[in-house]
């Protein structure tokens, strides 16, 4: 049976607050082109219905926190402030995630809040699903979890940290969720950056 797409499976601290107080103009342009291109959005042909995909950026006001879209927010063609969560605190050897916005965090908050441990350079992280992208991946060595690790888990922040230890890694900034299906994940100093790495893994895909 495939894995249920979107559930979150940390456990939660939420609060209801004011949307981040961020210019996330950035970010939501990145985030529209993705939705448009088919790699974040809601099908209901495609993971049971559930939306897929999530990006997030390191926050300007506060280096240890950042912004992450919401839950389930894939149906929208474009988001506002009220649609990303800010987290304030993880633990990822316990599982756990203190956030705050209008709407809860993606189930993939974990993941993103390796990448940011793991380096300060570090200022977006994008998830997207693509059948095609993830193929190639797969096919082509690119850095890859292992199978049996499902996404928004310990296990797969753990995973993320010890192939960050590879040179691969950090220069082609992609990775391939094998155990997620269609997950691929790039990340960068910048949202140029990050959305850049996703560009070449589109192009070398079509040649």
């Known amino acids: 049976m495939a894995e249920?797409?979107?559930?979150?499976?940390?456990?939660?601290?939420?609060?209801?607050?004011?949307?981040?107080?961020?210019?996330?103009?950035?970010?939501?342009?990145?985030?529209?082109?993705?939705?448009?291109?088919?790699?974040?959005?809601?099908?209901?042909?495609?993971?049971?219905?559930?939306?897929?995909?999530?990006?997030?950026?390191?926050?300007?006001?506060?280096?240890?926190?950042?912004?992450?879209?919401?839950?389930?927010?894939?149906?929208?063609?474009?988001?506002?402030?009220?649609?990303?969560?800010?987290?304030?605190q993880t633990d990822i050897t316990h599982s756990f995630v203190q956030a705050c916005g209008r709407v809860e965090p993606s189930s993939e908050a974990l993941t993103h809040a390796m990448f940011y441990r793991l380096n300060s350079a570090l200022q977006c992280v994008i998830h997207v699903h693509s059948p095609e992208l993830w193929h190639f991946g797969l096919e082509h060595a690119y850095p890859t979890t292992h199978p049996d690790i499902a996404y928004g888990t310990t296990q797969m922040a753990q995973e993320i940290e010890r192939l960050y230890q590879s040179a691969e890694l950090r220069q082609s900034r992609t990775l391939v969720m094998a155990g997620h299906e269609d997950g691929v994940i790039c990340f960068g100093d910048s949202i140029d950056l990050a959305g850049q790495a996703l560009l070449h893994l589109w192009v070398d895909s079509r040649c």
């Not at 209801?16 to 961020?22: K, R, S, W």
Request: aromatic share 8%; glycine share 10%; hydrophobic share 35%.
């Open 4 to 88: 249920t797409e979107g559930v979150i499976k940390y456990r939660l601290q939420f609060e209801t607050a004011e949307p981040p107080c961020e210019d996330l103009s950035e970010l939501n342009v990145c985030r529209s082109i993705l939705h448009g291109l088919h790699l974040i959005g809601q099908d209901a042909t495609r993971y049971q219905g559930y939306g897929f995909g999530n990006l997030s950026r390191r926050s300007q006001l506060d280096p240890a926190q950042f912004i992450i879209s919401g839950t389930q927010t894939g149906h929208l063609a474009e988001l506002q402030a009220e649609h990303y969560a800010r987290i304030l």
